[in-house]
């Protein structure tokens, strides 16, 4: 994704709307340089605050969901829809909570408001290596792993655009 900001850059547009995946750490150059180039930067589905805030004066935005708040938003939902109890557990196929990226924050929301309940959630990180072949044998697999290393689980959230495409697919064919 920050490869092809930097193509985008290059092509001198009058805009970019990118997600902010790559996190603060990795965008905040290349972000600096398109609009030192006069180029309206947006973020999409994952925001990067300290460089919205920086470049507000610039045009810079946001557009999407408080993920955190959608996270915790979905835990407590899940809670009364699936009629959870103190002590019932919970695994969420989350994506990292690096410090330096907002990708994680709806599944610390998520999981923020499970635990906040007294359910005992199970954090299983979901890579974009997995990711990025949802329906292959290899996160097949990887499913079946963590659903045979945590049985007792009563709820199952997926936090990743990718496997939860294909989680319904992948538990219909498991044994």
Same mark, same amino acid.
């Given at each position: 994704?920050?490869?092809?900001?930097?193509? /985008?850059?290059?092509?001198?547009?009058?805009?970019?709307?990118? &997600?902010?995946?790559?996190? #603060?750490?990795?965008?905040?150059?290349?972000?600096?340089?398109?609009?030192? !180039?006069?180029?309206?930067?947006? #973020?999409?589905?994952?925001?990067?605050?300290?460089?919205?805030?920086?470049?507000?004066?610039?045009? &810079?935005?946001?557009?999407?969901?408080?993920?955190?708040? +959608? %996270?915790?938003?979905?835990? &407590?939902?899940?809670?009364? !829809?699936?009629?959870?109890? !103190? %002590?019932?557990?919970?695994?969420?196929? %989350?994506?990292?909570?690096?410090?330096?990226?907002?990708?994680?924050?709806?599944?610390?929301?998520? &999981?923020?408001?499970?635990?906040?309940?007294?359910? #005992?959630?199970?954090?299983?990180? #979901?890579?974009? /290596?997995?990711?990025?072949?949802?329906? +292959?044998?290899?996160?097949?697999?990887?499913?079946?792993?963590?659903?045979?290393?945590?049985?007792? +689980?009563?709820?199952?959230?997926?936090?990743? %655009?990718?496997?939860?495409?294909?989680?319904? +697919?992948?538990?219909?064919?498991?044994?």
């Amino acid at each position: 994704m920050a490869l092809q900001f930097k193509e /985008a850059i290059e092509k001198q547009p009058d805009g970019i709307c990118m &997600m902010g995946h790559p996190g #603060f750490h990795i965008l905040h150059s290349p972000v600096d340089e398109a609009v030192r !180039k006069g180029i309206l930067v947006t #973020f999409l589905n994952v925001d990067i605050p300290e460089l919205r805030e920086k470049y507000v004066d610039k045009g &810079m935005g946001y557009i999407g969901q408080n993920l955190y708040n +959608s %996270g915790h938003t979905l835990g &407590m939902g899940s809670i009364g !829809k699936f009629n959870l109890q !103190k %002590g019932d557990e919970a695994i969420i196929f %989350g994506i990292t909570f690096l410090p330096e990226t907002g990708r994680g924050l709806r599944s610390k929301g998520c &999981m923020d408001a499970l635990t906040e309940q007294g359910i #005992f959630v199970h954090l299983v990180e #979901f890579k974009d /290596a997995n990711g990025n072949k949802p329906f +292959s044998e290899e996160t097949r697999n990887f499913v079946k792993e963590t659903l045979e290393k945590y049985p007792n +689980s009563d709820l199952i959230v997926t936090d990743h %655009g990718n496997l939860t495409a294909a989680i319904g +697919s992948l538990l219909s064919k498991m044994d």
